[in-house]
């Protein structure tokens, strides 16, 4: 980078320990963190919502949006040397009942909302003089934070030919709105082009993110492969495919401190790659827990975890149609997770039937989620699509061997087991159908049983290095990228 501490401003939606509704959460709360940790400066920039923490006072003014003014408050909270976290206190658009909406409507001012979001974090800056090297903004939410950037802010003395990075972690959500909106949050009409932030009739805030950005990165390798086609790319394969040059896939890290089976306190005793007696006891503690008999019989099986939302994207479509030929297969299944509520009752009919093969738990527990990841010989993710995924990254650090569809960060953080060389860290199948599925399942059974080859595994998996602080350096590359390249207009 080009001077001793760069500083990146950071435009999230939600970040932990703020608020959290998905993965986002995770990878705002901790990459400020990691980047810290490398040297840089980080201000992170989200709304304070109802019962978020606050912070110290730091500024108060009146933000514009289209007409209508607000008056927003910015509270500083230091999260580390050198990082630190404002959030922006707006109660008319931010104290509500829910995050983005209630149940599953959104608010109807969202683009107001973020676009908000996005002109205070650049506002503060202006006011306090402190010229960041980059800005970063995150999803659609983030998308209005590069557009007025290189727009309200191109020629500002502090802020003009500042560089934008943007992150697209769900293309599912689009944030589309009508186009009145485009002045509404304060936008001339030439941002409104095919080249900008329209889109089909619409005007999209994650579209005006991509446009307005110098770099476009998303979650892992092959997922910015995969939304540049028909099948991941909800639409915008079209947008995408002339950036690709722009854009990269980082897979995110993992909290290498709360995922850890070298003092996990939700495990019964500690273990390492160099002894593994632990994981018995986890094992142990794993059927104790589903009311499994525990025996010469069952300890005799492969014990197979689940952690997941029972829903059809991640692949329960495919264990429905193989629940017979699960049930028949010499292995013990344990579930957590809420979903479905079809694939749920499957779920509990086979504990009712086969109670020493199925365990089932509906619902969420965070200490037998880590007690999964420990005392499990297998993990199942046969997600449909993954652009990430959290579990692989963790099965693997606690010795747990992933059985994944190779899609995604699926793809990129498993590399498959090869016998002859015995390289690799677990299993993959490739065409998404219930025989692939149970021909990878059962090649994975019946690696267990050779206890060498299992354990070559296991360790292969233990010494992959998934913390944050080498997806920072990962983002830190990107981000010399970014401030390398000319200004882009976007429309």
């Known amino acids: 980078m080009s001077t001793a501490s760069p500083f990146v401003l950071m435009v999230a939606s939600e970040a932990v320990p703020f608020a959290k509704t998905g993965g986002l959460a995770d990878v705002a709360g901790a990459l400020p963190l990691a980047l810290g940790r490398a040297g840089l400066r980080v201000r992170l920039v989200l709304p304070r919502y109802r019962g978020s923490p606050g912070g110290e006072p730091i500024d108060r003014f009146p933000v514009s949006i289209g007409g209508r003014a607000f008056d927003v408050v910015c509270l500083a909270r230091e999260l580390a040397d050198g990082v630190d976290a404002v959030l922006v206190d707006c109660p008319e658009l931010y104290d509500r009942e829910g995050i983005y909406g209630v149940g599953n409507t959104d608010y109807a001012d969202g683009a107001i909302r973020y676009g908000l979001l996005g002109r205070t974090a650049l506002e503060l800056a202006a006011r306090d003089g402190g010229r960041p090297d980059l800005v970063h903004a995150h999803d659609w939410q983030g998308g209005l934070a590069p557009a007025y950037l290189k727009t309200l802010y191109a020629s500002h003395p502090v802020l003009g030919g500042v560089p934008a990075v943007f992150t697209l972690h769900n293309l599912a959500y689009q944030g589309l709105f009508p186009q009145e909106t485009v002045p509404a949050v304060g936008l001339d009409w030439n941002v409104y082009t095919a080249e900008g932030a329209e889109f089909w009739g619409k005007m999209s805030l994650l579209k005006a993110g991509i446009a307005f950005s110098e770099i476009l990165t998303t979650v892992s390798r092959r997922y910015a492969k995969e939304i540049q086609t028909p099948e991941f790319g909800f639409g915008f394969e079209g947008v995408l495919r002339p950036r690709r040059a722009d854009l990269f896939g980082i897979v995110n890290g993992i909290d290498v401190d709360r995922w850890d089976p070298a003092r996990d306190a939700y495990l019964p005793q500690p273990y390492s790659p160099a002894d593994m007696t ?66 749920e009752g499957l779920w509990r009919d086979l504990a009712t039937a086969h109670p020493d093969r199925f365990g089932t738990r509906i619902g969420f527990d965070e200490p037998l989620a880590h007690l999964i990841e420990g005392g499990a010989d297998i993990f199942l993710m046969p997600s449909r699509f993954e652009p990430c995924g959290l579990n692989q990254m963790y099965s693997l650090r606690y010795g747990t ?9 699926l793809d990129d953080t498993v590399q498959a087991w090869n016998p002859r060389t015995g390289e690799g860290t677990g299993f993959k199948f490739y065409e998404y159908s219930g025989a692939a599925l149970l021909r990878a399942l059962k090649a994975a059974i019946v690696t267990w049983h050779k206890p060498d080859e299992w354990r070559s595994l296991q360790q292969a998996g233990m010494r992959q290095d998934f913390s944050w602080d080498q997806s920072a350096l990962a983002y830190i590359r990107v981000y010399e990228k970014a401030m390398a390249r000319r200004p882009r207009g976007g429309a």
């Open 278 to 343: 632990g994981k018995a006891a986890a094992r142990r503690a794993v059927l104790e827990a589903y009311g499994i008999p525990v025996d010469d019989l069952t300890l005799g099986r492969p014990l197979i975890g689940m952690v997941s939302r029972l829903v059809d994207q991640k692949g329960f479509d495919l264990l429905a149609d193989l629940s017979d030929a699960l049930a028949r297969m010499d292995a013990t299944f344990v579930l957590l997770g809420t979903g479905d509520p079809g694939h």
């Open 401 to 409: 061997v992933p059985v994944v569809h190779a899609t995604g960060g």
